[in-house]
């Protein structure tokens, strides 16, 4: 007479509910691994092309400031009123006048050029040149300073012609850009009939 458990245990191929739940276990720590994975690498490229854009608004910035204020004369003087290079007491704002300048190159008017920590949102640097609408030249802005650029010096002037601008932002990493630009037509004189394009008093 045959052995009827040895003769089921030799043909029962199926799986028990415990290996059915272990190897389901097992599929599910492997799947949260992999999905880990997948997060940190996209959480890693975003922080990489949250510093990539940081870096080229802040150098656009800083290129647009430096060669616009590098056209500007420390003190404009137009049938006896002034036009200098001014910033703010807390270094939050400049104006300058730059030469426009025609076909023959000769200066016909001073345009205003103003740089500022947006009063509204203060992670945002404006710009406004002569009586255009203001624009946005950096955001995602954590600080921005401006200043004189000798050691020492309180103004922007013929002693210390030279102006220092930093910017840091603050997506995920913080950049820092820092640079000094020397002001060079010093010696430029313009004619009385020469005009100045600037807002009117308090518009920006």
């Not at 007479?1 to 599910?28: A, N």
């Not at 150098?59 to 910033?87: F, M, Q, S």
């Not at 255009?132 to 002693?159: H, L, P, R, W």
Request: one cysteine or more.
């Amino acid at each position: 007479m045959r052995d009827k458990t040895s003769y089921f245990s030799r043909t029962r191929s199926g799986h028990t509910l415990i290996e059915l739940v272990m190897v389901l276990c097992i599929f599910l720590i492997l799947f949260s691994m992999f999905a880990l994975i997948l997060r940190n690498a996209d959480r890693g490229w975003e922080i990489g092309r949250g510093k990539i854009v940081e870096a080229q608004e802040a150098r656009r910035a800083a290129d647009k400031l430096a060669g616009l204020v590098r056209e500007a004369n420390p003190d404009w003087v137009i049938n006896a009123t002034h036009y200098p290079v001014t910033i703010s007491s807390n270094n939050t704002r400049i104006d300058f006048y730059r030469p426009v300048f025609n076909a023959s190159g000769i200066v016909t008017s001073l345009q205003k050029v103003t740089f500022k920590l947006d009063p509204a949102d203060e992670t945002r640097l404006l710009m406004k040149e002569g009586t255009a609408a203001e624009t946005v030249a950096a955001s995602s802005v954590e600080d921005f300073f401006i200043g004189c650029g000798c050691s020492g010096c309180t103004a922007v002037d013929q002693a210390c012609p030279r102006v220092r601008m930093e910017i840091e932002t603050f997506k995920e990493v913080g950049f820092n850009w820092e640079t000094h630009v020397t002001l060079r037509n010093l010696n430029m004189t313009v004619s009385a009939e020469t005009a100045v394009e600037e807002p009117d008093e308090g518009e920006f």
